[in-house]
């Protein structure tokens, strides 16, 4: 689930890689894996949207990215 007013969709696991869609506040996600960026130290999650930042995401992180 959302937990940011809009969460934005990145289209790779870092800030600066492009915004493609937003998801709105609450909507609900699916979490397909997460992976640790090790230069920015922020957990990134593949969901069924795309890349978004874990921190505005609710819920556990999902099982690692191969």
Known sequence: MIKHPQAPV?????A?????DYVPYWH?????????????GNWWTYTNWGW???GNL?????????
């Open 16 to 20: 600066a890689c492009s915004v493609i």
């Open 28 to 40: 609900t996600v699916y979490k397909w894996c997460s992976w640790f960026n090790s230069s920015t």
């Open 52 to 54: 978004i930042y874990e």
């Open 58 to 66: 609710d819920g556990y992180l999902a099982p690692g990215c191969p």
């Open 10 to 14: 990145r289209t790779g696991p870092a």
